[in-house]
């Protein structure tokens, strides 16, 4: 029992820590030009979109099918489920104190204006994704069959890598530093291990709870994209255009990742 705990837990922080390794290109990247920060933005907006449906609303549907539930039952549970996410992160930023009293705003912006909070919402939804990613590395391993958790867990982290860079490319976006960014992107997959060691410890419950965390995690992410990065990115001037390009790229790659290795 201690060996499959070892292995779950060791394996939610190996697909975590891809995010870390996702970030590493914002390390050589020049201070982008607006027109360049549009297209990072609608890569980073298409990376989340196609991860919500890939990685996290389908995989919940047929999680909650395999726990016996109908279709439509399945499907009703995973839509209640991404409301709430979308509900939760619209409320969010409501409850939130100004990023200024949290030591979040990035030296030369006001913390408080509204792109910083926008993208902090971003962060906080990419962040609370991972949680039921990791969590589902847990479960795999917590079945006894290392041969799947392996697979999960290699899957997760090949989408886990443009998360990262969406996240560092984000915070660039709005004057964070290129390594400020990139830590904050690689402590944002760290939640993973933590999450694969509850799964790994607890699975019935875990398992259990899988179909709600994927769709709530959904949710708050694509509430996120559209009501916030993409309007904002097209706000900026002469820049819609290079906002859709990003956002197909972004979505074209992880689509191909999620249905390749997911």
Same mark, same amino acid.
């Not at 919402?121 to 991972?130: E, M, Q, S």
């Given at each position: 029992?201690?060996?499959?705990?070892?292995?779950?837990?060791?394996?939610?922080?190996?697909?975590?820590?891809?995010?870390?390794?996702?970030?590493?290109?914002?390390?050589?990247? @020049? $201070?982008?030009?607006?027109? *360049?920060?549009?297209?990072?933005?609608?890569?980073? #907006?298409? =990376?989340? +979109?196609? %991860?919500?449906?890939?990685?996290?609303?389908?995989?919940?549907?047929?999680?909650? @099918? $395999?726990?016996?539930?109908? *279709?439509?039952?399945?499907?009703?549970?995973?839509? #209640?489920? =991404?409301? +709430?996410? %979308?509900?939760?992160?619209?409320?969010?930023?409501?409850?939130?104190?100004?990023?200024?009293?949290?030591?979040?705003?990035?030296?030369?912006?006001?913390?408080?204006?509204?792109?910083?909070?926008?993208?902090?919402?971003?962060?906080?939804?990419?962040?609370?994704?991972?949680?039921?990613?990791?969590?589902?590395?847990?479960?795999?391993?917590?079945?006894?069959?290392?041969?799947?958790?392996?697979?999960?867990?290699l899957g997760i982290g090949l989408q886990n890598i443009p998360e990262g860079l969406a996240v560092a490319v984000a915070l660039s976006s709005i004057g964070y530093p290129r390594g400020r960014a990139a830590l904050i992107a690689a402590g944002s997959g760290l939640v993973e291990p933590v999450a694969g060691l509850i799964g790994v410890s607890i699975v019935t419950v875990a398992q259990a709870f899988l179909p709600w965390g994927l769709g709530l995690a959904a949710g708050a992410m694509i509430y996120v994209v559209a009501s916030d990065i993409i309007p904002d990115a097209h706000a900026r001037i002469n820049g819609g255009g290079k906002v859709s390009t990003g956002l197909m790229i972004g979505l074209a790659a992880m689509m191909f990742l999620d249905t390749t290795f997911g």
């Amino acid at each position: 029992m201690n060996e499959i705990i070892i292995a779950g837990a060791l394996g939610s922080l190996c697909a975590g820590m891809a995010t870390g390794l996702g970030a590493i290109p914002v390390l050589f990247m @020049r $201070q982008p030009s607006d027109q *360049q920060q549009n297209l990072l933005l609608g890569f980073a #907006a298409g =990376v989340m +979109l196609a %991860a919500s449906f890939f990685s996290l609303i389908l995989p919940a549907i047929e999680v909650a @099918r $395999q726990q016996g539930a109908s *279709q439509a039952g399945a499907s009703a549970t995973v839509v #209640a489920a =991404v409301l +709430l996410g %979308a509900f939760v992160i619209a409320k969010l930023n409501d409850w939130v104190p100004p990023l200024d009293k949290l030591g979040l705003g990035p030296p030369g912006i006001a913390a408080a204006t509204a792109s910083v909070r926008r993208i902090w919402l971003f962060v906080a939804a990419v962040t609370l994704h991972n949680f039921p990613e990791g969590m589902a590395v847990g479960v795999s391993f917590g079945g006894g069959d290392f041969d799947a958790g392996r697979v999960t867990a290699l899957g997760i982290g090949l989408q886990n890598i443009p998360e990262g860079l969406a996240v560092a490319v984000a915070l660039s976006s709005i004057g964070y530093p290129r390594g400020r960014a990139a830590l904050i992107a690689a402590g944002s997959g760290l939640v993973e291990p933590v999450a694969g060691l509850i799964g790994v410890s607890i699975v019935t419950v875990a398992q259990a709870f899988l179909p709600w965390g994927l769709g709530l995690a959904a949710g708050a992410m694509i509430y996120v994209v559209a009501s916030d990065i993409i309007p904002d990115a097209h706000a900026r001037i002469n820049g819609g255009g290079k906002v859709s390009t990003g956002l197909m790229i972004g979505l074209a790659a992880m689509m191909f990742l999620d249905t390749t290795f997911g």
